[in-house]
């Protein structure tokens, strides 16, 4: 069965980089996409971007693009979402979430991880 | 800037029906857009429910549905019960690789 397993919680300062790590199992892991998604506490979800994990290729939303980067590594079977240049408002949980494109080239998504709580602090 | 809409709030009786919506600023919803629909409880992590418009995901009961109702995207749940006591969001693919959120329905039975 699909698995996305992320990487633990993470407590950084203002200004700092924090990496989240989202491993998965149970499919072929290069013919998906992998999103990431953030949620800051009582907050709607806001898609930040996405890899495709068979080509590298990225999409970024403009709200995050200066700040963000994802990447894969093919041989771990894992998708790195690392934000850089922290602030308070990015104290949420993110979310990494499979995107198959099998239906319509668009990699929508089906499967999601369980979730990394990152805590920025002054 | 792309905004998706969303009821913030919708209430159901048990055993009702309730049907959400799903909006964009800029144009009609259509099933070009794919629209998705996830549900949430609350501390928890989300859950497909729908995607490409009206094709359920793997294991969600055929309470739930999705449609296109005139220029928005449609979530319909049947026979409304306890858990189904969640938030609610709609995602719209906007083909040029964006993805968009819509803010969200709190989903009160009762």
């Given at each position: 069965?699909?698995?996305?397993?992320?990487?633990?919680a993470?407590?950084?300062?203002?200004?700092a980089?924090?990496?989240?790590?989202?491993?998965?199992?149970g499919?072929?892991?290069?013919?998906?996409?992998?999103?990431?998604?953030?949620?800051?506490?009582?907050?709607?979800?806001?898609?930040?971007?996405?890899?495709?994990?068979?080509?590298?290729?990225?999409?970024?939303?403009?709200?995050?693009?200066?700040?963000?980067?994802?990447?894969?590594?093919t041989?771990?079977?894992?998708?790195?979402?690392?934000?850089?240049?922290?602030?308070?408002?990015?104290t949420?949980v993110?979310?990494?979430?499979?995107?198959?494109?099998?239906?319509?080239?668009?990699?929508?998504?089906?499967?999601?991880?369980?979730?990394?709580?990152v805590?920025?602090?002054? | 800037?792309?905004?998706?809409?969303?009821?913030?709030?919708?209430?159901?009786?048990?055993?009702?029906?309730?049907?959400?919506?799903?909006?964009?600023?800029?144009?009609?919803?259509?099933?070009?857009?794919?629209?998705?629909?996830?549900?949430?409880i609350?501390?928890?992590?989300?859950?497909?429910?729908?995607y490409?418009?009206?094709?359920?995901?793997?294991?969600?009961?055929?309470?739930?549905s999705?449609?296109i109702?005139?220029?928005?995207?449609?979530?319909?749940?049947?026979?409304?019960?306890a858990?189904?006591e969640?938030?609610?969001?709609?995602?719209?693919?906007?083909?040029?690789?964006?993805?968009?959120?819509?803010?969200?329905t709190?989903?009160?039975?009762?």
């Amino acid at each position: 069965q699909v698995q996305l397993v992320q990487s633990g919680a993470e407590v950084k300062k203002s200004g700092a980089s924090v990496k989240v790590s989202c491993e998965a199992s149970g499919y072929t892991f290069t013919s998906y996409a992998m999103h990431w998604v953030r949620q800051a506490p009582g907050q709607r979800l806001e898609w930040m971007g996405w890899i495709n994990a068979g080509n590298g290729n990225t999409k970024y939303s403009q709200k995050f693009q200066n700040r963000v980067t994802i990447t894969s590594d093919t041989s771990a079977r894992t998708t790195y979402m690392e934000l850089s240049s922290l602030r308070s408002e990015d104290t949420a949980v993110f979310f990494c979430a499979r995107g198959d494109p099998s239906r319509s080239g668009n990699f929508e998504i089906d499967y999601w991880g369980q979730g990394t709580l990152v805590t920025v602090s002054s | 800037q792309t905004v998706v809409t969303q009821e913030p709030s919708f209430s159901v009786s048990p055993g009702g029906t309730a049907t959400l919506t799903c909006g964009l600023s800029f144009d009609s919803v259509s099933t070009t857009y794919y629209p998705s629909w996830y549900q949430q409880i609350p501390g928890q992590a989300p859950r497909t429910l729908i995607y490409s418009t009206n094709t359920r995901s793997s294991g969600v009961p055929d309470r739930f549905s999705g449609s296109i109702l005139g220029n928005k995207a449609a979530l319909t749940i049947t026979g409304a019960q306890a858990d189904d006591e969640s938030d609610y969001y709609c995602v719209l693919y906007l083909g040029s690789g964006s993805v968009v959120f819509g803010g969200g329905t709190r989903l009160t039975v009762l």
